[in-house]
Structure formats: C-alpha cells, structure tokens
Nanobody, 120 residues
Framework: QVRLVESGGGLAQPGGSLRLSCAAS????????MAWYRQAPGKQRELVAR???????IYADSVKGRFTISRDNAKNTVSLQMNSLKPEDTAIYYC??????????????WGQGTQVTVSS
C-alpha cells in the first residue's frame, strides 16, 4: 500500500515563507513524476508545480519566481519552498505522485492535503 503524507502547512503572513514536504511510503520501485496541486475554496484544483524523476520542472505562472519544487528520488520525497507568499496562495495543498511503480504495476496517488493560509 502506497501512502503520501504531507507536512509543513500552516499560517503565514503576506511576504512570508512556508515549506511543504511530502513523503511517499510503501514498496516503491520508482516514482516518475511528483507534483503539488492546490485547491482554494470554490475553485478547481490546479497544478502548482511538477517535477519528473529526471528533474524536469514545470511551474504555474502564478508561482514562478516565488516557489521552488525539489525532490529526493532515493527517499521518495518532494518539497515545495514557498516564498513571497500572497493571500491568493491560500488553499489546501495536495501532494501527487504519478507513475508510482510497485511490484504489481503502476498507479497514481494523492496525499490527504495540508492547509496553507496567508493572512495578516
């Protein structure tokens, strides 16, 4: 059974920083892509940043220059460093692992989500 567990959410002031982390556990051989999505109240879930096992990275335009995604392939972890936070970054942030290779095949998984609130 593969699980994704996020940590690091919380409250930050505008202009502040937070760091989110996500650890995948289970009998995992490889994870092709890891990503962070977010969903604000009343809005659809949207991609924040995505990183492949080869370190190819994509950012949403709204976070470019402020957020940095990184991963440790050996530890099956992904992190999101969020700087210069804005109130519009307030959302539940979800970790996503695509192409998780285990003994019986390959699947995609979501974490349970962590709340990020940016407010003064």
């Amino acid at each position: 059974q593969v699980r994704l567990v996020e940590s690091g959410g919380g409250l930050a002031q505008p202009g502040g920083s937070l760091r989110l982390s996500c650890a995948a556990s289970g009998s995992i051989f490889r994870i092709n892509t890891m990503a962070w999505y977010r969903q604000a109240p009343g809005k659809q879930r949207e991609l924040v940043a995505r990183i492949t096992s080869g370190a190819s990275i994509i950012y949403a335009d709204s976070v470019k220059g402020r957020f940095t995604i990184s991963r440790d392939n050996a530890k099956n972890t992904v992190s999101l460093q969020m700087n210069s936070l804005k109130p519009e970054d307030t959302a539940i942030y979800y970790c996503y692992a695509a192409g998780v290779v285990v003994a019986v095949g390959m699947s995609d998984y979501w974490g349970q989500g962590t709340q990020v609130t940016v407010s003064s």
